[in-house]
C-alpha cells in the first residue's frame, strides 16, 4: 500500500482547496455582482479547466513556470528551487485545475441570495465587508461547502496536470493517482487495485457526507 | 429657515423614461409625506434615490443641512452614510437570524449591554414580546411587519423610507395597523417619506402628498390641499375620487357617523375606529339630483346647493355645487336637460349614508 502517495494526495487537495477558498470567495463575489459588462470574459476563462485537457494546461503552466519564463526566475531567485516537479508547483497547477470547481457553485450561491437582503443590510449601516460576512456568506453556506467539496475531490482525482507539472517523484510530486498508474504499468494489479479502491471510498465519503449534510439542512431549520 | 429635506431628484432610464420630483419636509419632528400613484409611476424610484440605492442623473437631495447627493459636484453618498431607516415592500428579514437578531442587526455600535436593552424595548414598542427566539419564516404577515418596522427603527434613524409598508397584509389588518403606525411613528417624532397606491392608506397615514405618474410629479403639497384642488385632471383622475374632505366627527351613534363638513353636516356610515378627524370622499356618481320640494327618501344626506359650474365629460356632465363645502356630481345629459340643470340654480343633493366613505385620520 503507497500511504505516502494517498497522504501526498490529501495533504495536497487540502492546500488547493484552502487556497482556492481564499481566491475564490473575493473573485466569486465580483462575479456574482458586478454589472461590468466585459464580465463573461473573466468567466470563461475561469471555466477553460473545464474542457481544456489537462495536457495542455499542464503544458502551458510548464513554460509558465520554467527558468526560462520572468516568472520561473523569479521564483528561483526567490526559493532557490525551481517550481516544476515539486510539491508547490504541483499546488498551483491544482488551483487553477480546480478554479471553476470553487468559483462556480460559490457565485451561483451569491447569486441567489436574494438582493433585497442586501440592500436591507446597507440601509442598517453595515459595510459590504460586513454585510459578506453576516448575510450573504450565511446564506450561501450550501454552495460554499459544495465549491469546496467538488475542489477537494477533483483535486484527489486530477492525473493528466500533475503528470504534466510534477512529474512522478515518490514523496514530492506521486500522488495516489499517479501510484495507480504505476502500479498498472508494473503490472502490479493488486496493490493498483488497492490504491483505486481507497480513492475511491475516500472520494464517495467526502461526497456522500456533503450531500447528506445539505439534505439534512434543507429542511426548516431544525430544532429552532 | 431651509426645509429639513429637500428633494430634487431625476433618473434617467435609457430607452424607459425619466423618473423626477421635487418636492421638500419643511421641518423635522414627525410628518408623513406620501409618494402616491399607480404602479409604474416611479414612486419607489424616489424612494430609492433618498435611500441611496439609486443615483441621481441630475439634481440633488439635503437632509438636515447635509448633502446627501448632488449630481452636479457628482456627490453621492451610499446608504450607510445617510442615517435612514427603510422599509422594503417584501420587508426582506434576513431568514437566518431570528427576530432579536434582525432588530439587534443595525447596532453593532452598541455595548452588549445597551444593545439587549434596546432590543428589549423594540420588542415591547412593537409588540412583539415572546417571540425574540422566531425565525421570520415562523411568523405571521403583520408579525413580520412590525419586526421590519423594528429593524429600521432601531438606530434611530434620520429620515424613514417606507415602501408600501402594509400592501402585503388583509384590509382588516391593515386598517388597525394604519392607526398604529402613525400613532408610533407620532410618538417617535420620525419625519416619514411612504410609498403608496392605496388611496385610503395614502389619506390615513399622511400629512403631505407627492403625486407621481408616468415618473412625472403631477403636484405637492398638504395633503388636503391636493385632495380639494387638484392641480389639472389627470391629478383627479390618479387621486380617484370627486370629492375629498376633512371632517370634523361629532356623534357617533347606532353605526352612523355625523361630521361636520365646512358649513353642513353629513352621515355616514361608521366605518370604526374614529377619531376626532376623518376624511370624507364622495364619488360623483353616487350623488343624486332634485329639484322642487323633497318627497320621502331613505337617504340620509340631503343638502342644498347652488350650482357652480357644468362641465360635458361624454354622454355625462359634472356638476360642481356648493353644498356648504364643494361637491361634484356626475349626471346624464339627459337628466341635466329635463330637470333645467343650469349654473346658479339650486338643487338638493341626496346621498345615501354609505355612499359616503370615512377613512379616519387622527
Not at chain 1, 140 to 160: D, N, P
Not at chain 2, 259 to 264: H, R
Request: glycine share 10%; with cysteine.
Amino acid at each position: 500500500m503507497d500511504w505516502e502517495a494517498l497522504r501526498l494526495s490529501l495533504r495536497l487537495a487540502a492546500l488547493t482547496t484552502l487556497t482556492l477558498v481564499a481566491l475564490g470567495l473575493p473573485l466569486a463575489h465580483w462575479l456574482a455582482f458586478t454589472r461590468w459588462r466585459w464580465k463573461f470574459l473573466v468567466e470563461a476563462v475561469v471555466a477553460l479547466p473545464l474542457v481544456l485537457p489537462p495536457t495542455v494546461l499542464g503544458f502551458y503552466l510548464l513554460v509558465a513556470m520554467g527558468p526560462r519564463s520572468p516568472f520561473g526566475r523569479l521564483w528561483v531567485s526567490a526559493f532557490g528551487h525551481a517550481l516544476p516537479f515539486s510539491f508547490e508547483g504541483l499546488l498551483i497547477a491544482s488551483v487553477l485545475y480546480s478554479l471553476p470547481f470553487t468559483v462556480q457553485p460559490f457565485a451561483a450561491a451569491f447569486t441567489a441570495v436574494d438582493r433585497g437582503l442586501l440592500e436591507a443590510s446597507w440601509c442598517l449601516g453595515a459595510s459590504r465587508l460586513r454585510t459578506f460576512f453576516r448575510v450573504v456568506v450565511p446564506l450561501s453556506w450550501a454552495g460554499l461547502l459544495t465549491g469546496m467539496v467538488l475542489s477537494f475531490a477533483h483535486t484527489l482525482g486530477e492525473f493528466g496536470v500533475v503528470l504534466m507539472v510534477g512529474g512522478d517523484l515518490p514523496g514530492r510530486t506521486r500522488t495516489a493517482s499517479i501510484a495507480v498508474f504505476d502500479q498498472v504499468q508494473a503490472l502490479d494489479y493488486a496493490a493498483a487495485g488497492r490504491t483505486a479502491l481507497l480513492l475511491l471510498g475516500v472520494s464517495f465519503g467526502v461526497l456522500a457526507l456533503t450531500y447528506g449534510l445539505r439534505h439534512a439542512r434543507r429542511l426548516p431549520w431544525p430544532l429552532s | 429657515m431651509a426645509p429639513f429635506l429637500t428633494a430634487e431628484a431625476e433618473r434617467r432610464y435609457p430607452g424607459a423614461g425619466t423618473v423626477e420630483a421635487r418636492f421638500d419636509i419643511p421641518c423635522r419632528g414627525f410628518s408623513i409625506t406620501v409618494l402616491f400613484g399607480p404602479s409604474g409611476s416611479g414612486k419607489t424610484t424616489i424612494l430609492r434615490m433618498l435611500a441611496g440605492l439609486e443615483r441621481l442623473n441630475a439634481g440633488r437631495i439635503l437632509c438636515d443641512g447635509e448633502a446627501w447627493a448632488d449630481a452636479g459636484q457628482g456627490l453621492h453618498r451610499p446608504p450607510q452614510a445617510r442615517r435612514i431607516g427603510f422599509l422594503s415592500q417584501g420587508y426582506d428579514l434576513f431568514p437566518h437570524l431570528d427576530v432579536a437578531a434582525n432588530l439587534a442587526y443595525g447596532l453593532p455600535g452598541l455595548a452588549p449591554a445597551q444593545r439587549r436593552a434596546r432590543v428589549a424595548d423594540l420588542l415591547t414598542l412593537l409588540e412583539l414580546q415572546g417571540l425574540e427566539q422566531r425565525r421570520p419564516a415562523q411568523l405571521s404577515g403583520g408579525q413580520r411587519q412590525r419586526v421590519a418596522l423594528g429593524r429600521a427603527l432601531a438606530p434611530q434613524p434620520a429620515l424613514l423610507l417606507l415602501d408600501e409598508p402594509l400592501s402585503a397584509l388583509d384590509r382588516p389588518v391593515q386598517l388597525r395597523l394604519w392607526r398604529d403606525l402613525r400613532a408610533l411613528l407620532r410618538r417617535l417624532e420620525v419625519p416619514t417619506v411612504l410609498v403608496t397606491h392605496d388611496r385610503a392608506e395614502a389619506l390615513q397615514l399622511g400629512d403631505r402628498i407627492v403625486v407621481m405618474e408616468e415618473g412625472r410629479q403631477c403636484q405637492a403639497g398638504p395633503i388636503q390641499e391636493v385632495f380639494e384642488r387638484p392641480s389639472d385632471p389627470a391629478v383627479a383622475r390618479i387621486l380617484g375620487v370627486e370629492t375629498v374632505l376633512l371632517g370634523r366627527v361629532t356623534e357617533v351613534r347606532d353605526g352612523l357617523a355625523t361630521l361636520a363638513v365646512g358649513e353642513a353636516l353629513v352621515h355616514a356610515a361608521d366605518p370604526g375606529g374614529l377619531g376626532a378627524h376623518a376624511y370624507v370622499c364622495i364619488r360623483g356618481e353616487d350623488v343624486l339630483l332634485e329639484r322642487g320640494e323633497p318627497g320621502p327618501s331613505t337617504a340620509r344626506n340631503r343638502l342644498r346647493g347652488r350650482i357652480r359650474s357644468l362641465q360635458t365629460e361624454g354622454p355625462l356632465v359634472r356638476l360642481t355645487l356648493d353644498c356648504g363645502f364643494p361637491l361634484e356630481s356626475l349626471v346624464t345629459r339627459q337628466a341635466c336637460v329635463e330637470l333645467g340643470l343650469a349654473e346658479g340654480e339650486t338643487v338638493i343633493a341626496l346621498l345615501k349614508a354609505s355612499a359616503l366613505h370615512l377613512i379616519p385620520h387622527d
